[in-house]
């Protein structure tokens, strides 16, 4: 994926001293190399079965809804407390510098139902394994995860295991 990966742009020092942010703007504002990312992941996953994608807040959302649409599947957002207005499971997660939350409306998914949860980076892991906590408070069959960029370094992956990681940008 050297051509997806070279439409992400490096910002040094945001959103602090140190730390080097991948910008995915300049790849999304490209229509051939949007295109091209919902692209592979919908032929990944065309033969699965897929019956919802989950986005997770915000990113997430830019990547699952067009997947959805292209799988023929449904769509679900996870989102940050306080978002959703209905009946919600929730998942607090570690980060960093604190912890966070997540929540998922309780009649998302119906139990059995055949998921991919995406998202725009894995880092630590610590949103997706909150998702995927929530996702299976529903009773789905988690088909697999799904992410643009991926922070090897960081071994999210690894908090990850028992479940299909597919990443199309690795630094």
């Known amino acids: 994926m050297t051509d997806l990966k070279a439409r992400v742009r490096d910002i040094p020092d ?27 992941f919908s032929a990944f996953y065309e033969d699965e079965g897929i019956e919802k994608v989950v986005g997770i ?13 292209t799988l023929g599947a449904g769509f679900v957002p996870v989102r940050k407390p306080g978002k959703l207005p209905s009946d919600i499971y929730e998942a607090k997660y570690e980060l960093e510098y604190g912890t966070d939350t997540l ?11 055949r998921v991919l949860i995406v998202d725009d980076l894995l880092a630590t892991g610590g949103t997706m394994a909150a998702t995927l906590d929530l996702v299976k408070q529903l009773g789905a069959v988690v088909v697999g995860v799904a992410f643009l960029i991926e922070l090897t370094d960081l071994k999210g992956r690894e908090r990850l295991k028992g479940h299909q990681v597919m990443s199309l940008i690795s630094y």
Do not use: C, M, W
């Open 14 to 40: 945001f959103p602090k001293k140190g730390i080097l942010f991948r910008d995915i703007t300049t790849l999304l504002k490209d229509e051939q190399s949007f295109q091209k990312v919902i692209d592979k």
């Open 57 to 69: 807040e915000s990113r997430g959302f830019i990547f699952g809804a067009p997947l959805a649409y």
């Open 103 to 113: 929540n998922i409306h309780q009649d998302a998914i119906e139990p059995g139902q």
